[in-house]
């Protein structure tokens, strides 16, 4: 075979050599060398491969059927002959098929049915360093299926800007191969300030300027398809001098492949980030850069991953500008100015950190694995993220109560969709109805189509009757063709849109959204409890106006905040007792009524949170103190009485012992402490108490007492006593609470003759001596009395000798009799 000379070329021999001895390897090419299409190829007829096929991994579907087209071209062929590929809803291989390029769910549900990947000699994971959520998991599975099951399969990951020794390490220290590719200098061109007005506005008319300024076919970076047809609008009065040509995932192939392929006029190419390094476009020696992507992020008001606008990083930044420099010197215009450039992020996140990771834990547990660390992971899926993942399955009916998955939910994963999504179509088919619920999850997985404010027509029922009425009047092109294609996963394409009802609707609903069933706390307070544990109300945009039950399609707020609920369907408790009668077990309840301000009892059914049938019954004696406990830790300490001074000085000394004494086994008093730990100290003495009086009643100081042994106690009047013996022969009270040291106020003159301060802790902490007045107020605060006798006392008697006169004030403290008389009761005086 003979091919153009690509840069990639030069690591071909290495890379061979790398794979032949390793069962991984590690390519890093910038764009434009020629890997995608250069490498499978090159490797085809490797000696370790055996006559077994290539199967390669590509992110995106624009970028795996050109390159496919693009392979096939260079062997002469069809696509689907040697070189084939296979994307969502779109197959073109056959069984001369060698290479074949596949998108990253493809790649997923192939491992799951057939984990030791038959006939397939060698994975490639190209553009990983886009970290896409499910190249993660696809690498994170395959290498898997390679220690456990195939130890003769080879893998190979390919990246244009990745830090590649991570990856290297994470295949067992891979040999890594690089290749230089070709680059000419790009001059960067910034905005002097931050552009203000629409985004298409501000691309249009920087493409007016770069057209007058240069020379050679422009490349246009934008967000997305939207962005791309309204700029695309605003410069339809150029379409006679140069051609305006889109480049986005859902084009037709020809209209690809107009936009990649070099024409008679100069191009225009307005592109969202597929074309940053995925795609080759030949002629082009500008970059227009928005600096925006449409990056996929978990949307806590739908409760599933969606498409959110953020700013690039400087990575991709990067990638775009180097476009304009593969065939010459080149020219890139950054739409914001150069200070703001260093404070993008350095690479873009992956997706893993912070996606809605359902999908994964479904796809896990098909897999079979309990815990995702036993997997390889650049990036380990966060648990909490994990864990909710897996209680939203386990409402879906998913995963077991064991986080098994079900046969429910091996049928969900065989649909290339969010498990809420899933479940909704599989629902929709059961109950007769697939065509409306591949409405519904059209609409649910598109823009809402009523977002410019539309009034709505079916008041009180739905909010999605309005949507529906408005797809099915319209054909919007974007949840037309989701609606179609979901039709098409469930084999119904044939089945017709019949008139849609709130009932229906609702039912549906409730089913993929579970967790978000709500029933309002106070008729008419539109303000409702959800079955996931939150509080939300209900929008004044709502079209559903009223009813105790609802599902929350669409909910705004913040964690821990009450929500507002934009989009809702209103149910009956007659619906949701068909739906999840089973799992609404009659079960005993004891709390704190606070109106009646005693404890009470119930057995109640309920969804998640939210009590969907009760009924009252006697409060027990056993009842009485689990109540009151969770009254405590729901409200905290401040019920019971803390005013006791012997109190806090007892918690006092125990807290400074623990201080000190870290090892020494001492109890934590701290208010968190001392509510994690209720039942051992506290509720031995709830005897008896049914009421906040009795509550606050309770002695706590003999409760706490229970916290130390009788050991332990002699230690803490040892180490850390109630009092001290002064010169005297008073025994002082030691203050523990007043700061972070111990305090012995006394006056002064019952310390005459000490000089060494009183220590606490086996000599380890000296106490903060408080000299005070015959008054007792206060005269010195010192801890080195031999200092204080010496050169402070003459001050302090010069002044306070004729204040009081009747008290002892001699010129020689260390030899005077300490005492707490007047001069008068002195032996002698």
């Not at 067992?172 to 290749?179: E, K, M, R, T, Y």
């Not at 970076?221 to 410069?235: Q, S, T, V, W």
Request: contains cysteine; proline residues 7%.
């Amino acid at each position: 075979m003979s091919f153009p000379e690509l840069p990639i070329a030069e690591a071909l021999p290495a890379l061979r050599a790398a794979l032949s001895a390793h069962d991984c390897a590690v390519l890093q090419a910038p764009p434009g060398a020629g890997k995608t299409t250069r490498v499978p190829l090159a490797l085809l007829d490797a000696p370790w491969l055996d006559g077994r096929s290539i199967l390669m991994l590509e992110p995106r579907r624009l970028a795996a059927t050109n390159a496919a087209r693009y392979m096939a071209r260079q062997l002469g062929e069809a696509v689907g002959a040697t070189v084939g590929y296979v994307i969502r809803y779109e197959r073109k291989i056959s069984r001369a098929t060698r290479v074949e390029v596949v998108t990253e769910g493809i790649l997923t549900r192939r491992l799951q049915s057939d984990p030791e990947l038959a006939g397939v000699g060698l994975v490639i994971f190209d553009e990983f360093h886009e970290r896409n959520l499910n190249s993660d998991l696809a690498l994170a599975l395959c290498r898997d299926a390679q220690q456990g099951l195939r130890e003769d399969l080879k893998i190979l990951v390919m990246s244009a800007t990745l830090d590649a020794e991570p990856v290297a390490r994470l295949l067992g220290d891979a040999p890594l191969v690089s290749s230089a590719g070709r680059a000419h200098p790009v001059e960067i061109r910034y905005l002097d300030r931050e552009p203000v007005g629409r985004l298409d506005e501000i691309v249009a008319a920087a493409v007016r300027r770069a057209l007058k300024e240069t020379s050679g076919d422009l490349l246009v970076f934008l967000p997305g398809a939207g962005e791309i047809r309204r700029c695309a609008a605003r410069l339809v009065d150029l379409t006679g001098a140069v051609d305006i040509r889109p480049l986005y995932g859902d084009l037709h192939f020809a209209e690809q492949e107009r936009a990649i392929l070099p024409g008679p006029r100069r191009r225009v190419v307005l592109a969202t980030n597929i074309a940053e390094t995925s795609l080759t476009i030949d002629g082009v020696a500008v970059v227009v850069d928005a600096g925006w992507e449409r990056r996929p992020r978990f949307d806590t008001a739908r409760g599933m991953t969606t498409l959110v606008l953020t700013r690039i990083s400087r990575a991709s930044a990067e990638q775009r500008a180097g476009r304009a420099g593969r065939l010459g010197p080149g020219i890139c215009y950054r739409l914001w100015p150069e200070g703001l450039h260093g404070a993008l992020l350095p690479f873009t996140p992956p997706e893993i950190r912070g996606a809605d990771l359902a999908s994964l834990a479904l796809d896990l547990a098909r897999w079979g694995v309990d815990d995702a660390n036993k997997l390889a992971w650049l990036d380990p899926p966060p648990a909490g993220h994990l864990a909710g993942a897996r209680a939203l399955l386990r409402l879906l009916g998913a995963l077991d109560a064991g986080d098994r998955i079900t046969p429910l939910g091996e049928a969900m994963a065989a649909l290339p969709l969010h498990p809420r999504l899933a479940r909704l179509l599989l629902a929709a088919r059961d109950s007769g109805c697939p065509a409306l619920g591949a409405d519904l999850a059209a609409l649910l997985s598109e823009r809402d189509l009523l977002s410019g404010g539309e009034p709505p027509r079916h008041a009180g029922e739905s909010d999605l009757l309005d949507r529906l009425e408005l797809l099915r009047r319209s054909g919007a092109e974007g949840v037309t063709r989701a609606a179609r294609q979901f039709r098409r996963l469930l084999g119904t394409e044939d089945s017709q849109s019949a008139p849609a009802d709130g009932e229906s609707v609702g039912r549906l609903l409730a089913v993929a959204f579970p967790d978000r069933i709500g029933r309002e706390r106070e008729a008419g307070s539109g303000r409702y409890r959800l079955s996931g544990g939150q509080g939300a109300r209900l929008s004044p945009r709502s079209s559903v106006k009223g009813g105790e039950w609802l599902v929350a399609v669409e909910l705004e707020g913040k964690p821990g905040a009450e929500g507002e609920i934009r989009l809702a369907s209103r149910l009956s408790r007659e619906w949701i007792e068909e739906l999840f009668g089973k799992a609404l077990d009659w079960r005993r309840e004891v709390e704190w009524e606070e109106s009646a301000g005693r404890v009470i009892a119930r057995e109640a059914r309920r969804l998640g949170a939210v009590i969907v049938q009760e009924r009252p019954v006697k409060a027990l004696p056993e009842d009485v103190t689990p109540a009151l406990l969770a009254l405590l830790r729901r409200q905290g300490l401040g019920l019971l009485d803390w005013s006791s001074p012997e109190l806090g000085q007892w918690r006092a000394r125990v807290m400074l012992l623990a201080r000190l004494r870290p090892q020494g086994g001492w109890p934590e008093l701290a208010d968190a402490a001392l509510l994690a730990t209720l039942e051992d100290w506290l509720a031995p003495h709830l005897s008896g108490v049914t009421t906040l009086a009795g509550l606050r009643r309770v002695a706590l100081l003999p409760a706490l007492h229970g916290l130390l042994s009788w050991e332990r106690a002699r230690t803490l009047d040892r180490l850390a006593p109630e009092r001290l013996e002064v010169p005297s022969g008073s025994r002082i009270r030691v203050d523990y609470q007043g700061s972070e040291r111990p305090v012995l106020a006394c006056k002064l003159q019952e310390l005459f003759g000490l000089a060494e301060t009183p220590r606490l802790v086996e000599g380890e902490l000296p106490v903060l001596i408080h000299l005070l007045s015959p008054a007792g107020r206060p005269l010195a605060v010192t801890d080195d009395l031999r200092s204080f006798w010496d050169r402070v006392y003459p001050e302090v008697k010069k002044e306070m000798k004729g204040r009081y006169p009747k008290h002892p004030w001699p010129d020689d403290p260390w030899n005077a009799v300490a005492t707490r008389l007047v001069k008068r009761r002195l032996p002698g005086g």
